[in-house]
């Protein structure tokens, strides 16, 4: 991802669309085949350097017009054709969405490889049961499979997104300074097909200067909405291993890994914390690209100097999100004794639910139901009983139930649904976009 946003591949880019362009032209008859050949040999050569397009853009202040520049030294007399009738924004915008669609193949990649992780990783705990928590109180049991394959089938739908938005985002022009594309001819909108077809883009329908800004709006959220996964499915990773739950741990080197710098014994979460940390940042850029998109009249120039910040580096945090919690998932540390411990410490409180749907089983209302075993639910609490317990000594569930009925409705193990069908569902998601 870097190299895609680095400088030297961003000229490499420009250079390539001022190619197409000129070879585009010769297409047209415009100008000849031969001083087409000539400026993409010269644009291709190596010849045109990032130290001669800085060194000329130092002394007039424009930095396309110092890339044309440098091109037509590079080409001799075939750069006279050099940058015909463009604008400025034909040449950045193509260039952009190359370097977008490069950027979102490396992240589609990265993305894949994550949800084999999260799948797999599903696969072998469909059935490690564990409790299931809601507003950070216990619920009812759930599986560690189904909580990470819900993970999986959230990354297959970002990979979704990214092929559906991919014809809107990587959009280049070629229609001049205003959109009209009269300084490129009257067969401008041919032109402009041309090119985008040698540089495998989306033709736009209608510009101004300028690429609309929505659909790099639509961009920037949709990265920004993948990082904030990667930091959702992180924050679980470091709830879960906090030492009062102790469930899951990120990998450790132990023989040579330090946790604090005075505090021996720490094992801290820093990957999944680094992940949180990023996607925040990821996050803010979605402001400054929405305010990048309301440009004066035709364009002006405000939108430029957040881009080449926003569109490298939301590219970048989101690359390193994902990668960073491939990372964390494939080497997971998963503890199956911690989570019956959990399970076994909750004393029977988190199956209130299948014992007062057994109630209405044997024939009592359920809103009376859910009250009884509301009752001794908080009793069982009070007393530090089992639910169970409470249960039994509750009349109106002794006349109905049994200890031994009692024994195989509190069963967690019991009481997972189709947590194991969910998970097998969620792998053939996974693995159809193979």
Not at 116 to 126: D, P
Not at 168 to 174: A, I, P, T
Not at 305 to 319: C, K, M, Y
Request: hydrophobic residues 45%; negative net charge.
């Amino acid at each position: 991802m870097r190299e895609i946003f680095s400088e030297e591949n961003k000229l490499r880019r420009l250079l390539e669309v001022e190619a197409a362009l000129a070879r585009g032209h010769a297409r047209l008859g415009t100008i000849p085949k031969a001083d087409a050949e000539a400026i993409g040999e010269a644009a291709g050569s190596g010849r045109v350097t990032v130290e001669r397009v800085r060194t000329i853009e130092a002394e007039i202040k424009h930095d396309i017009m110092a890339l044309a520049r440098a091109l037509t030294e590079a080409a001799g007399a075939s750069g006279r054709f050099v940058h015909l009738g463009a604008t400025s924004n034909d040449i950045i915008d193509t260039a952009t969405a190359l370097q977008i669609r490069d950027g979102l193949g490396v992240l589609s990649q990265g993305l894949g490889e994550l949800a084999h992780v999260l799948s797999s990783l599903a696969e072998r705990h469909a059935k490690t049961v564990m409790v299931g928590r809601t507003h950070g109180q216990w619920a009812v049991p759930t599986t560690f499979g189904l909580k990470v394959a819900v993970f999986a089938s959230e990354v297959v739908r970002h990979l979704v997104r990214l092929d559906e938005m991919r014809d809107r985002v990587c959009v280049g022009k070629m229609m001049g300074a205003v959109g009209t594309g009269a300084g490129l001819g009257p067969r401008a909108l041919q032109l402009q097909t041309f090119v985008m077809m040698e540089l495998s883009l989306t033709a736009p329908v209608a510009t101004t200067q300028v690429v609309s800004r929505d659909r790099y709006v639509e961009l920037i959220a949709a990265l920004a909405n993948i990082a904030t996964s990667m930091e959702k499915f992180a924050t679980e990773v470091r709830n879960l291993q906090r030492p009062e739950i102790g469930e899951v741990a990120e990998a450790f080197d132990a023989e040579k890994q330090v946790g604090s710098s005075t505090m021996a014994h720490k094992r801290n979460p820093i990957v999944s914390e680094k992940v949180c940390g990023l996607a925040r940042i990821a996050r803010a850029n979605i402001v400054p690209m929405l305010e990048s998109a309301v440009l004066w009249h035709e364009r002006d120039l405000s939108n430029s100097s957040a881009e080449r910040f926003i569109l490298p580096h939301t590219f970048l945090l989101t690359d390193e999100c994902v990668r960073s919690t491939t990372e964390v998932f494939s080497t997971l540390e998963v503890f199956p004794q911690a989570m019956a411990r959990n399970l076994e410490a909750t004393r029977g409180l988190i199956m209130a639910e299948p014992a007062m749907l057994a109630l209405v089983e044997r024939g009592m209302g359920r809103q009376e139901a859910h009250e009884v075993v509301r009752r001794c639910s908080m009793g069982a609490e009070e007393r530090g009983v089992t639910l169970k317990e409470a249960l039994l000594g509750e009349p109106h569930v002794s006349r109905l139930l049994t200890a031994g009925d009692l024994e195989g409705i509190l069963n967690p193990a019991g009481y997972i649904g189709s947590a194991e069908q969910i998970v097998k569902n969620v792998l053939a998601e996974v693995r159809a976009r193979d």
